[in-house]
């Protein structure tokens, strides 16, 4: 299954038994990638971020030979380093909050290994060679598979690429089939969007492309409570809705199934990252694994202007 859980929520707004449920399920159903941050979710409930990571871990501990069958992914750089602060005041990305973070992310989640460890947030504090170093030092221990990168201009990962012995494999960015306005910026603080230049930039640099927010928190349900965002009123997505609610009807699917469809079926192809709150959610977007979009359907999307 090319689809990532996002487990955000795990540990603050979702339970422990609610969360054990939906990993359960996602495994069950032929899910591998799980996505979460050292960060999650400092802003909910009390939280001091780590909370995700510590149900995760107790969800493995639990599951016998599970970790063998996961691809495990984590974050590091946007953790406050006081509770109560945000991210005016975070661990950042010398090679030694890299190096101590990783072995907090280790012993919550668990585990000898992170399969995947992005750089959640830039830091031009700290050159790039003592970044990459540290991320370096760690997949040389073993301790870490691959490192990827989120949130960052495609000039500053191309530089970092270079500036380490051991390069950036894949890009975690905020992503869906809705656009939001030319030139707005983006009101979550530190969110980057794909772009052209993004997209040829993977493509040919084969690197793997991870898009969060993949489902716009529930935009495409059409329910009352989930307006589309005023940055994404513009009358492209107008046309753009009318036609993925076209093809979702065309098909049998959904329409929060069909933009998944649309995302992994993309050039490049790209993984959604999908947090769920409950197992229903997760049950909704299961089937999107299997359906395909062909190249009629795929081009009436992509033109939907």
């Not at 929520?9 to 449920?21: H, I, K, L, P």
């Not at 971020?49 to 063998?68: I, T």
């Not at 089939?177 to 040919?204: I, M, S, T």
């Not at 979702?248 to 992994?264: C, H, P, S, Y």
């Amino acid at each position: 299954m090319d689809i990532a859980l996002g487990t955000m929520w795990f540990g603050t707004s979702v339970s422990e038994e609610e969360s054990f449920a939906i990993l359960d399920r996602f495994v069950e159903a032929g899910g591998t990638m799980l996505d979460t941050a050292n960060n999650y979710a400092f802003w909910l409930n009390g939280g001091v971020g780590g909370e995700s990571e510590e149900v995760l871990g107790r969800w493995l501990a639990s599951r016998p030979g599970m970790r063998d069958r996961i691809v495990l992914g984590t974050k590091v750089g946007a953790k406050p380093l006081a509770p109560g602060s945000g991210l005016e005041n975070v661990e950042g990305l010398s090679s030694t909050a890299i190096t101590s973070a990783a072995e907090d992310s280790l012993r919550r989640l668990q585990t000898d290994h992170i399969d995947l460890y992005w750089a959640h947030y830039e830091d031009r504090s700290v050159p790039l060679e003592d970044t990459m170093s540290g991320f370096g030092e760690l997949v040389t221990s073993g301790k870490v598979g691959r490192i990827g990168v989120s949130n960052h201009p495609v000039w500053r990962v191309e530089r970092a690429r270079t500036a380490g012995p051991v390069p950036y494999t894949d890009l975690q960015y905020r992503y869906s089939y809705l656009q939001p306005r030319p030139g707005v910026k983006l009101p979550e603080g530190g969110h980057y969007h794909v772009n052209e230049d993004l997209l040829g930039y993977a493509r040919d640099a084969g690197l793997k492309l991870w898009a969060y927010t993949a489902l716009l928190s529930g935009v495409y349900s059409g329910r009352p409570d989930r307006p589309l965002p005023e940055h994404y009123e513009h009358v492209g997505n107008t046309r753009r809705l009318a036609v993925l609610g076209e093809v979702a009807d065309e098909l049998g699917a959904t329409r929060n199934q069909v933009v998944l469809a649309w995302l992994m079926g993309g050039d490049p192809p790209i993984i959604p990252i999908v947090g769920v709150g409950k197992l229903a959610h997760l049950e909704e977007f299961l089937p999107a694994a299997e359906l395909r979009l062909d190249a009629e359907l795929g081009e009436r999307l992509d033109s939907a202007v």
